[in-house]
């Protein structure tokens, strides 16, 4: 059974950082491209950024710059560090496993970035 802790989330003022965690279980977690997405309220889910199995990295044009990817293999464990948020980052945060069709979805976690 695959399954997904996510911690992180949280309330941050504007300008603030957050670091997001998602562990892994149930998969073999180095061969899978891991990836960060986001829901906005009334908004459609976005991919935020992902990092394949060899370590390349994609982000969302909005977030170059401010956040980081990465992956530690021995932990099975993503992150996404969040730096200068801004409140257009406030979201649920979900982080998804995808290989060869395979999809597999945490229940995410929230961001809101306020003052």
């Known amino acids: 059974q695959v399954q997904f802790v996510e911690s992180g989330g949280g309330l941050v003022q504007p300008g603030g950082s957050l670091r997001l965690s998602c562990a892994a279980s149930g998969i073999i977690f180095n061969i899978y491209t891991m990836a960060w997405y986001r829901q906005a309220p009334g908004k459609q889910r976005e991919l935020v950024a992902s990092?394949?199995?060899?370590?390349?990295?994609n982000y969302t044009g909005s977030v170059k710059g401010r956040f980081t990817i990465s992956r530690d293999n021995a932990k099975n464990t993503v992150y996404l560090q969040m730096n200068s948020l801004k409140p257009e980052d406030t979201a649920v945060y979900y982080c998804?496993?995808?290989?060869?069709?395979?999809?597999?979805w945490g229940k995410g976690t929230l961001v809101t970035v306020s003052s």
């Open positions: 998804k496993a995808q290989r060869a069709g395979l999809n597999y």
């Open positions: 990092i394949s199995s060899i370590d390349s990295t």
